[in-house]
């Protein structure tokens, strides 16, 4: 049973219901859905959505994570490359002013998948520069060239989730290596220094405040400007279970940290997902972002 603090009263809205509408229209995937989100009705009644791009099938297996797994290249989907624009016409019909791009791993890819972030970015741009287009993306296998492609169609913000602390690596996610996230978002950094990078973790899965701080630190040494931290919450019975639910106290006191540490921006709650209320974030409220302008390519 979860603590009261975890407990929401979200009702289906009209709202909501427009979102999920657009996107089936436009035969899209989300993160939302397919990772079973805890915020799905909240972020869909504020008309938001988290993309989730080359299929809903994963060539890894995550402990963690919902979303289906198909370690076998011949059944992972071939590239749709009409995706990027019908993202394209959801972003322009949902009004986004602060769109997330993220992917399901495709390891049976040279590329990871980079390439389809890269269209799906300029196809956004194509419609409006009056956004911020933010990816969230794989590790890559941590191929410098992959970050360049996605880097150099120009997103402002480069994401990528430590998820959980180097201990718990062979429980949550076998398939992934610590050092080489880090690695991804260092080499992000150092390729465009004017982007904002960023990345997450879930909290409760066994981590110790120490392990959690020691994160925190190394994001910090390597440039890492956002940082999200939120309860892990067991998708469905497959998944790992919950070994501690943290207080909000404890998450509020990892954001104090975290400022002190340097970060620009760290959201830190029960709730909290990568890309939950971005929009609100103080960050991305200022007048000036420092973000560079951009220029349509059909320009």
């Given at each position: 049973?979860?603590?009261?603090?975890?407990?929401?009263?979200?009702?289906?809205?009209?709202?909501?219901?427009?979102?999920?509408?657009?996107?089936?229209?436009?035969?899209?995937?989300?993160?939302?859905?397919?990772?079973?989100?805890?915020?799905?009705?909240?972020?869909?009644?504020?008309?938001?959505?988290?993309?989730?791009?080359?299929?809903?099938?994963?060539?890894?297996?995550?402990?963690?994570?919902?979303?289906?797994?198909?370690?076998?290249?011949?059944?992972?989907?071939?590239?749709?490359?009409?995706?990027?624009?019908?993202?394209?016409?959801?972003?322009?019909?949902?009004?986004l002013t602060h769109v997330v791009i993220t992917s399901v791993t495709r390891d049976d890819l040279s590329d990871g998948g980079?390439?389809?972030?890269?269209?799906?970015?300029?196809?956004?741009?194509?419609?409006?520069?009056?956004?911020?287009?933010?990816?969230?993306?794989?590790?890559?296998?941590?191929?410098?060239?992959?970050?360049?492609?996605?880097?150099?169609?120009?997103?402002?913000?480069?994401?990528?989730?430590?998820?959980?602390?180097?201990?718990?690596?062979?429980?949550?996610?076998?398939?992934?290596?610590?050092?080489?996230?880090?690695?991804?978002?260092?080499?992000?950094?150092?390729?465009?220094?004017?982007?904002?990078?960023?990345?997450?973790?879930?909290?409760?899965?066994?981590?110790?405040?120490?392990?959690?701080?020691?994160?925190?630190y190394n994001l910090r040494e390597i440039g890492c400007d956002i940082l999200t931290l939120g309860q892990y919450l067991q998708?469905?019975?497959?998944?790992?279970?919950?070994?501690?639910y943290i207080k909000p106290e404890i998450f509020d006191e990892y954001k104090t940290i975290g400022i002190s540490c340097g970060?620009?921006?760290?959201?830190?709650?029960?709730?909290?997902?990568?890309?939950?209320?971005?929009?609100?974030?103080?960050?991305?409220?200022?007048?000036?972002?420092?973000?560079?302008?951009?220029?349509?390519?059909?320009?």
């Amino acid at each position: 049973m979860h603590p009261p603090w975890l407990k929401k009263r979200l009702f289906w809205s009209a709202e909501s219901s427009k979102t999920t509408q657009i996107l089936r229209n436009l035969h899209l995937n989300t993160v939302c859905e397919n990772a079973h989100c805890p915020n799905i009705i909240e972020c869909f009644s504020n008309n938001t959505a988290t993309f989730l791009i080359l299929g809903n099938t994963c060539t890894r297996s995550c402990k963690f994570c919902a979303i289906g797994t198909s370690p076998d290249k011949k059944t992972n989907p071939v590239i749709d490359n009409e995706e990027p624009y019908r993202i394209a016409n959801a972003v322009k019909e949902l009004n986004l002013t602060h769109v997330v791009i993220t992917s399901v791993t495709r390891d049976d890819l040279s590329d990871g998948g980079a390439e389809q972030f890269a269209n799906t970015i300029k196809a956004i741009r194509k419609i409006t520069d009056n956004i911020i287009i933010e990816v969230l993306t794989p590790d890559f296998k941590g191929i410098a060239n992959s970050v360049k492609k996605v880097l150099d169609a120009n997103p402002n913000v480069f994401a990528h989730n430590i998820e959980t602390v180097p201990r718990l690596y062979n429980l949550a996610r076998s398939q992934a290596n610590y050092l080489t996230s880090l690695t991804l978002l260092k080499i992000a950094k150092k390729m465009n220094t004017n982007i904002y990078t960023k990345s997450g973790i879930m909290l409760g899965l066994g981590e110790t405040k120490e392990e959690v701080l020691q994160v925190m630190y190394n994001l910090r040494e390597i440039g890492c400007d956002i940082l999200t931290l939120g309860q892990y919450l067991q998708p469905s019975t497959l998944n790992l279970k919950v070994a501690e639910y943290i207080k909000p106290e404890i998450f509020d006191e990892y954001k104090t940290i975290g400022i002190s540490c340097g970060f620009k921006e760290i959201v830190s709650g029960p709730f909290v997902r990568s890309s939950y209320n971005l929009a609100k974030m103080n960050l991305f409220t200022k007048k000036d972002t420092g973000f560079p302008t951009f220029v349509r390519q059909d320009a």
